[in-house]
């Protein structure tokens, strides 16, 4: 049976092992990328490198474009066609997330003898209620819609729109210095807003279609490119990947109210009931420290 050039034997147990290439090494972190195969049958281990092989091969290609990209010049602005572009795909990962929801489906409880009681069938991922749903929906439109009537730049959809500018197939990368900033931000809050205006219709059960991804935005006469057509491959699992990058703040406070419940509920498995007085409680202390700018 021939071999794999990365195919080698320590002891009893097969590994992984691939030196990283010249163009790259110096700025990859390490020269080499071994690991072990966890396996001591020569034929599995030879199955599980090929896959390995393949896996590390795209690390490094993704390494090559992280360099190109930092490499590329930053735009100065963007065009007004762009930020409208941007605008329309935010809305339509939001909206479209909002229906993942939905298919996942929600947990279901009942009141009993003054608990919650779960009555739907436990899952591997715990799920929030149809009501917990509700609330995080309003709060965050709350929060939203308080900072854009005062004009406040939002460090949360700053964050969401340093992450849109790098998903693939956008890849634009903005000077820090930007007077594009505080109009794209704000461009995202007017997304959030008009995405949850549809989601409480469909809170009602009302039929709103996830509106089409955008097309590219056409080209300015000055400096800033192609928004690629390739926006089509940003689906919900990237969104969901990026989403993961928001401000320390933002990120644990919406974690906890999106999943105190759910957490509770889980952590009284055993006999299946939910006490929950002091959720409400957290709830309102983190939307307090969201409103005074703590949560940054």
Not at 223 to 252: F, M, N
Request: with cysteine; hydrophobic share 35%; charged share 30%.
């Amino acid at each position: 049976m021939p071999g794999h050039t990365r195919l080698y034997r320590r002891g009893a147990v097969y590994y992984h092992r691939a030196a990283v290439p010249q163009d790259i090494i110096a700025t990859y972190g390490k020269r080499e990328e071994t690991f072990s195969l966890k396996t001591r049958d020569y034929s599995e281990a030879l199955c599980r490198v090929k896959i390995e092989a393949v896996r590390v091969d795209r690390l490094f290609d993704e390494h090559r474009l992280r360099l190109a990209r930092e490499r590329e010049e930053k735009l100065h602005e963007l065009t007004p066609e762009q930020i409208a572009t941007i605008k329309a795909l935010y809305l339509h990962h939001l909206l479209d997330e909002d229906e993942e929801v939905r298919i996942d489906g929600f947990e279901e409880v009942e009141d009993h003898e003054g608990q919650s009681v779960l009555v739907s069938p436990q899952q591997f991922d715990p799920r929030q209620t149809f009501e917990e749903y509700k609330m995080l929906v309003e709060d965050m439109d709350e929060i939203t819609r308080f900072n854009m009537a005062r004009g406040k730049a939002d460090p949360f959809y700053r964050s969401e729109a340093e992450e849109v500018l790098s998903w693939e197939g956008i890849d634009l990368r903005l000077d820090p210095s930007s007077p594009s900033w505080p109009r794209l931000t704000r461009a995202l809050q007017e997304a959030s807003v008009e995405a949850r205006e549809a989601i409480r219709r469909r809170n009602k059960g009302d039929v709103v279609p996830t509106p089409d991804a955008p097309q590219a935005a056409p080209q300015s006469v000055h400096e800033a490119p192609l928004l690629s057509a390739a926006i089509k491959l940003c689906r919900r699992t990237s969104w969901t990947r990026y989403r993961v990058t928001l401000s320390e703040g933002w990120q644990d406070a919406m974690a906890t109210v999106a999943t105190g419940l759910t957490c509770l509920r889980r952590t009284s498995s055993a006999s299946n009931t939910l006490t929950c007085e002091n959720v409400d409680e957290l709830r309102q202390s983190l939307l307090n420290k969201a409103f005074s700018g703590e949560l940054t």
